[in-house]
Every structure is written in C-alpha cells, then in structure tokens.
C-alpha cells in the first residue's frame, strides 16, 4: 500500500533482499536482509511489553554495543515466549549472516514477526540467508515489504524527498502490522531510512518526535505486540555535510520529511486492520493536557460498541458518548462538551443537537473515512488516534490465525 500512489524511492547506502525459507508459509518470501552502508548511523525503538521477544532482547544488546551492518528480519514465526532457547536462535540467525557476510554477529540486528510461542527453525533461515544476499538491492523495497507480511494484505511503503545542505535527500520506509495493534512505542514492523548524515542525538530524537503522533497513536484491537520495532536509518550516502544543529532547517526538513512518511505508513496499517472496513480519526480537543485528551480517544477507539456501530455505518452516538463519560475526566462538565461527526454536530450543550438530523450522520458513517470530532470544552489541548471498524472477519483472521 502506497498511500499516496507515488513511487517508492531507493535509499543510497541501502540494499534490501528477499527469500523463501519456508518458517511457515509456502512458495513465499519470508526472509530480509537490509544492508546498511559502512558508517550508517541507527536509532531503534522497541516493544514496552514484559513478554518482549527474543529478537528484541537481542537487538536492543547489538545496538548498544556497535554500529548494525544489517537487519535480518522473518515472518511467520515470532519467536516470543520462546525462553533462553529463543535468544539462543535469534543469536544462531545473526551467526549465520554473519558468516556469510564475515562481519561481527554483534552488527546484525534480528526481527522477527508471526505466531508467538513457537519455536524459531535458524536451520532454515541459515539455509535461505545466501538467497536472500544474491538478491541485494536498492530497489528492494517493495519485495521486503511484501515478506515482512502476515496477515496483512498489502505491503505499507511511503517515500519522501527533502533538502539538506543543499543537496536533495531521500527518505523511504516500509512496515508491517495489521493486528495486534495499540504500539507502545512504534508498530509491529517498521524500517524507515534516509541517506542524509545525521549525529546520532539527533537521529534519535527525530525517530522519538516521529513515533509520538503516527505509530504511537494509532489502535486496531487495543493490544501491543511482543514484537515492535521501530528503526531509523542515516546513510550519508548524500555526501552533504552532517546534520548537527538541533535548529537548522536542515533538522526541520529531516523531521518533517521522516514524520511523514512514518504517518503515512501509521495510516497504512490501520486503513489494512483485520477485517477492517473504515479508517478512523479520533480527534479530542479542549482538554486540560494531553494525557486526558488521549484517555478520551483510546476509550473511543477501543469501544467495542463504537467499533460495531461503525462497522454497521450506524450513527448509533450514544455509544460514542458513553464511552466519553466512562473515560475517567474528573468533574466534566457534560454541558461543555460537543461530539461531532466529520461537518456534522450531533451533541452540544448535554443533549443531541437541535439541528442534528439522522440522515446526516448515516452519510459520513457510510463513508471508508471519517472523524470522530470530541470538543470537551476544559484547556486548549488535543490529539489524534487513528483506529478502524471491528467487523466479522477480524475474529474470523484471528480464531483461524495458528490454522
């Protein structure tokens, strides 16, 4: 999924390759590797969940130690809840990669995604690895995307170009996820990179302000994997000179540029949620901070009942507005709160709009996308969480998911 059907640009300083080593699907792509160019700098960000997965554990230890040449990634199989024999397999996977490319096993950083609790087959991800190195390239993009895959439906790709130091830069990322989605730091899967150089504080940084709004505020069933990762890739490969100014413009075209394409890739993965038919904004303003404004969004997007109603293109509000009091906002004042559906005001001063006719709001509910507008009438902050419908074939995927 190409959210702006625009072409998916190549990094400099970026090779990705694809092969099939059979972890769980048939006559597919399963494994990547993405080759960074020597001197790349990496910032990550990964699951809050106590069950991480093994390849999270080791990755956050290879981060730390030294500079990562590649990202080794598989699907089908996740390898969480899998013990010390899971670290010793995510390590195994690093081995193998590491001999064939004669680099340290500790510049390999492992991802994996898939069904929780099974064992990780390293033999036959050893045994794909050197496919999956004939197939380096920098056009690669979509053919890793389209690995990384579980239940997703379309692969999720995003490009941007900006400038810095007066050269023109390239940003491109891809992601996966479709369910087990409420992140607690970035999404299942996502791998963004830019060939600019930038000093590791602020590549960090960048990756921290991008996460906030996209990966970190989106929900298709409310539950965080064990699995998240977020990485963000500087190449260099440019050749303008290192980004170091925390207020350059060189800084704010960076930011902006890789805010985007992480939003456009958030957006991706809710409009492909299991089953999903709509694509849904949340937005709540006039709270008194930002933590009251979330509350009131996340208990919206979580509703079951809202999930439903818009499945069912029902302005069913009394849903919406159940779910607003039942948010924990102490002393809120109800006669101060509005509720709209995209142009269309449906509550105002503690009761439905004088004006409200059902019709309206059975139009935008019909629509594949819409906002839910909630005006609480306390400070000047807001925010916004993108969610989806819950429909039929999200328990269907998910009863079906280990068949």
Not at 173 to 202: F, H
Not at 252 to 275: F, M, N, Y
Request: glycine share 8%; net charge negative.
């Amino acid at each position: 999924m190409n959210p702006q059907n625009e072409p998916i640009l190549p990094v400099p300083g970026i090779r990705l390759g694809s092969a099939a080593a059979g972890i769980k699907y048939a006559d597919r792509n399963d494994l990547v590797v993405m080759e960074l160019a020597e001197g790349s700098r990496c910032a990550a960000v990964f699951t809050r969940n106590a069950f991480c997965a093994a390849p999270v554990t080791v990755a956050r230890e290879h981060l730390a130690a030294t500079a990562p040449r590649y990202l080794l990634i598989n699907s089908g199989n996740a390898n969480a809840g899998t013990g010390d024999e899971g670290l010793r397999a995510a390590r195994e996977s690093c081995k193998a990669l590491a001999a064939a490319r004669a680099c340290a096993i500790d510049q390999i950083l492992p991802f994996s995604t898939g069904v929780i609790g099974e064992p990780l087959p390293v033999d036959r991800i050893a045994v794909a690895v050197p496919d999956a190195l004939t197939a380096l390239h920098p056009d690669g993009w979509e053919a890793a995307a389209r690995a990384i895959m579980t239940t997703d439906t379309v692969p999720k790709l995003a490009s941007r170009r900006f400038t810095a130091g007066g050269r023109e830069c390239v940003v491109t990322g891809m992601a996966k996820g479709s369910g087990m989605i409420r992140p607690d730091m970035a999404t299942m899967l996502a791998y963004v990179a830019t060939d600019a150089a930038v000093a590791p504080a602020l590549l960090h940084s960048c990756l921290k302000q991008a996460v906030a709004p996209s990966f970190n505020s989106i929900t298709v069933d409310g539950d965080t994997s064990t699995n998240d990762a977020c990485v963000l890739v500087a190449t260099g490969a440019a050749g303008g000179p290192e980004i170091i100014d925390w207020e350059s413009s060189d800084y704010q075209a960076l930011t902006a540029a890789v805010a985007e394409v992480c939003l456009a890739l958030a957006r991706a993965i809710v409009k492909d949620g299991e089953g999903a038919t709509k694509l849904v904004e949340v937005h709540v303003e006039g709270a008194t901070d930002g933590e009251e404004a979330r509350r009131v969004a996340y208990t919206i997007a979580h509703s079951p009942l809202v999930k439903t109603a818009l499945f069912a293109s029902d302005p069913n509000w009394g849903r919406i507005l159940a779910a607003v009091g039942r948010a924990g906002i102490e002393g809120l004042d109800i006669r101060a709160v509005e509720l709209w559906l995209d142009d269309v005001c449906i509550v105002r001063n503690g009761g439905r709009d004088p004006g409200y006719a059902e019709e309206a709001g059975q139009r935008v509910m019909g629509q594949d996308e819409l906002t839910i507008r909630v005006l609480l009438g306390r400070g000047a902050a807001a925010t916004t969480v993108l969610t989806c419908d819950l429909s039929y074939d999200y328990v269907r995927i998910n009863a079906e998911y280990r068949t």
